[in-house]
T-cell receptor, first 113, second 116 residues
Framework: GESVGLHLPTLSVQEGDNSIINCAYSNSASDYFIWYKQESGKGPQFIIDIRSNMDKRQGQRVTVLLNKTVKHLSLQIAATQPGDSAVYFCAENPTSGTYKYIFGTGTRLKVLA | GAVVSQHPSWVICKSGTSVKIECRSLDFQATTMFWYRQFPKQSLMLMATSNEGSKATYEQGVEKDKFLINHASLTLSTLTVTSAHPEDSSFYIC????????????FGSGTRLTVV
């Protein structure tokens, strides 16, 4: 059967408000990070990435911030919409060139109408 | 571009039988694909790296005789769960990259395996 796992932290946001999802990564040598969105029963979908030589990158309605000092990554979603409801994972590439990613625990975003 | 197809999307099998899951890169060639396992409300755990034309590289704790991986062509990798047991029930996801320089892998839609 299925194991009982940890419950994902949940962020509830009112539609139209901004969302901030946080992630702590583990390896100070990681040089590339990605945020993924996963809807129920589907595979993860790429949202935005950032290299370690940057501290901020913007996309359409999304911004990723990287703080290497405290090994922290955040995803900001502007004007959150119902379609943004999903689980969000950060992923780090701890070994440059291997293209092997380690995923964070994930955060469930619930958009309230 | 960069579409990854995974099949089947769900499968139910009896305990003791084997199940094969396919992962195809539809519009690009992928020398490397990855297989992940995801339990409910948990993150993705990398199981193995599938290398075209050579043996897969398994992560620590993953039984290679239980989870057989074959990457026979540049567009197809298969994961076979052998002698499945209920504890193998999980969501299995593959990924592949069109552009390794940029990173950012495209994921398949996942396969929900239920072993009864």
């Amino acid at each position: 059967g299925e194991s009982v796992g940890l419950h994902l932290p949940t962020l509830s946001v009112q539609e139209g408000d901004n969302s901030i999802i946080n992630c702590a990564y583990s390896n100070s040598a990681s040089d590339y990070f990605i945020w993924y969105k996963q809807e129920s029963g589907k595979g993860p979908q790429f949202i935005i990435d950032i290299r370690s030589n940057m501290d901020k990158r913007q996309g359409q309605r999304v911004t990723v911030l990287l703080n290497k000092t405290v090994k922290h990554l955040s995803l900001q979603i502007a004007a959150t919409q119902p379609g943004d409801s999903a689980v969000y994972f950060c992923a780090e590439n701890p070994t440059s060139g291997t293209y092997k990613y380690i995923f964070g625990t994930g955060t469930r975003l619930k958009v309230l109408a | 571009g960069a579409v990854v197809s995974q099949h089947p999307s769900w499968v139910i099998c009896k305990s003791g039988t084997s199940v094969k899951i396919e992962c195809r890169s539809l519009d690009f060639q992928a020398t490397t694909m990855f297989w992940y396992r995801q339990f409910p409300k948990q993150s993705l755990m990398l199981m193995a790296t599938s290398n075209e034309g050579s043996k897969a590289t398994y992560e620590q704790g993953v039984e290679k005789d239980k989870f057989l991986i074959n990457h026979a062509s540049l567009t197809l990798s298969t994961l076979t769960v052998t002698s499945a047991h209920p504890e193998d029930s999980s969501f299995y996801i593959c990924s592949a990259s069109k552009n390794r320089v940029l990173g950012g892998y495209t994921f398949g839609s996942g396969t929900r395996l239920t072993v009864v």
